[in-house]
């Protein structure tokens, strides 16, 4: 798209609220001068921050409202309860065309069931997932759904295939993209049943990728595939048990090197190179769940996220807008859907 | 128990065969001069092993078979081709009482469907579990199951909370161990029907742990609870995932110390806190996945182990021989069952 990306911010989201989000957005202009914002929160705060930035302040249109979704609601109470809220009011200006995409770091549950709601799922699309990047031996991989739908039949598989190849082409520029499903073996057999049928469906019908076949909870980070496709409840377990892993080793790498003097000096001189290794794992780098699949650009920032990982997420939502990537999306799904191997292979 | 562990080893397992089980029953009998072998085998590879070690040769009873289960065979069909494999001749050495547990690094689906078809399950147990030992932030946890059982339903989950629980206390030595029900967030409304009912059942009924909760995959490493309890779906995939960021991290943690002059010089001056932080991670010393459930000690040595490994796994069955462990599961699933609590909450 020729046009300058507009991105709606939620600036309550998150537990550091404007004072994060604000500078954020501040720092994603000075990476990308051609971005513009409209920005959703409570003036009392949200002013004294953009008062800061000057160039912000000149591309960013400012809606008040002292309404704010609450990290801890469930769901359904976030959508009674918030009208007029931040979040709807930055979703809503995706809906009317003001923006081309939502970040906020608030909560995630809220948040997808809301825009669900407002701008619905892409035709058809049965249900959007949520996606994000990792690093990997050989570079990244993107792997959805990371806690949408806990549960997916074959069909909802295949259309994470989609979203996911689509992402890697697109905004990775990956021309064919490798898609793998997760699961407990290679070999064919191996899996519960809608797993099997979704490995028949993606090796029968003709998609912006290749199917490799079944991938392992190691093959993630071997950089087997570009493309990790899992239900919900297994991606955010494998996401969270990686999180963890790679806490647990820098644990130890620190008490290691705090264990004698000499590996005191040890660290001292190699200070730059383990430095160099945190930023290329740096889970901020990482940071913004996509919600793809859904008719509108939305992107959920961690909720602890500092202005680095907030920064990353807006990023993520540039990129995304930029590449068209919803067009792409609706145009193969489409495809996928006029294929009679793709109709034939499900029963439908 | 008073009498000396004797176990069943299945000498052609694994990548290597007796080339590695034959110096790790040596090496496991250093470490614990009182253990006994039956090793099962074939005699033109065993023998030069075994001659090789005199203390091993007279505590071992050597049986010849030349027929092996492959490890590339599916179940059934090591099952059907399988009798008088070193496997079976080995699982039946424990059927007969002429040894306490088995060792195998062979096909762990066959080594699974042979188990339970020869020695059965435990009275009251549906479904054995394969469980692991796994580092954490502050010691280590259990986890089960990592890929017996795809599909879970709430009885089967609170079952694997008893074999856990049970094992973190007579092999661990926690007497209270706490239990987690693995989800996609901590709140009750969270993850499926099946670990929603399991969480109603362990918070009402009475068993050798104390349930404390969901956790989420980064809990695992944690060390938020003595025992991680899951379908083997999830398990299966979260445990491979886990080893996958680790080789990720030290491939990175390589490149880094590779990078420069003199970040070589500070691993130099680091080397032994890292060798002692490798040391504390080494995958081979949490090698050794144990079929609990089983009526008969059956534990899974990784295919591709070493000696290092291999003894590793020898000394898990030796801990749960001596342990007692299956008559301590067997009577803590008893008194479950007669709760009443357990009933209703299960609707059975």
Do not use: W
């Amino acid at each position: 798209m020729s046009e300058s990306p507009v991105i709606a911010i939620d600036a309550m989201g998150g537990d550091f609220g404007p004072n994060v989000t604000i500078p954020a957005a501040a720092n994603a202009l000075e990476r990308q001068s051609d971005l513009k914002f409209h920005i959703f929160g409570n003036e009392a705060q949200v002013r004294p921050a953009l008062d800061q930035y000057d160039a912000l302040k000149k591309v960013t249109e400012f809606t008040h409202t002292d309404i704010a979704v609450s990290g801890t609601d469930k769901p359904s109470r976030a959508l009674r309860n918030g009208k007029g809220s931040s979040m709807r009011l930055a979703i809503e200006a995706v809906k009317e065309g003001k923006a081309h995409g939502i970040v906020s770091a608030g909560n995630t549950g809220a948040l997808m069931v809301m825009s669900k709601l407002i701008l619905k799922s892409l035709p058809g699309i049965s249900r959007p997932a949520i996606a994000s990047v990792m690093p990997t031996q050989t570079g990244k991989t993107v792997m959805l759904d990371l806690g949408a739908n806990l549960e997916c039949d074959a069909e909802i598989l295949t259309q994470f295939a989609v979203l996911g190849a689509v992402y890697a082409r697109v905004v990775q520029g990956v021309m064919t993209p490798t898609v793998g499903l997760l699961n407990v073996g290679t070999e064919e057999m191996k899996g519960h049943d809608e797993i099997r049928a979704a490995a028949d469906v993606l090796s029968k019908v003709e998609f912006p990728g290749k199917y490799h076949g079944f991938i392992e909870g190691n093959d993630i980070t071997k950089g087997t595939v570009d493309v990790v496709v899992t239900d919900g409840f297994t991606g955010n377990v494998a996401l969270k048990t990686a999180e963890g892993v790679a806490k647990l080793t820098k644990h130890f790498l620190t008490d290691a090197f705090k264990s004698s003097p000499l590996a005191m000096i040890g660290y001292m001189l190699s200070k730059g190179a383990m430095q160099k290794m945190k930023d290329k794992v740096d889970p901020r780098k990482y940071n913004g769940g996509m919600f793809l699949g859904i008719n509108g650009i939305c992107v959920k920032s961690h909720g602890s996220s500092d202005v680095l990982a907030t920064e990353n997420a807006i990023l993520v939502a540039a990129d995304l807008i930029r590449n068209d990537f919803n067009n792409q999306v609706a145009a193969e799904i489409e495809r996928l859907m006029e294929q009679e191997s793709f109709v034939e292979a499900l029963g439908v």
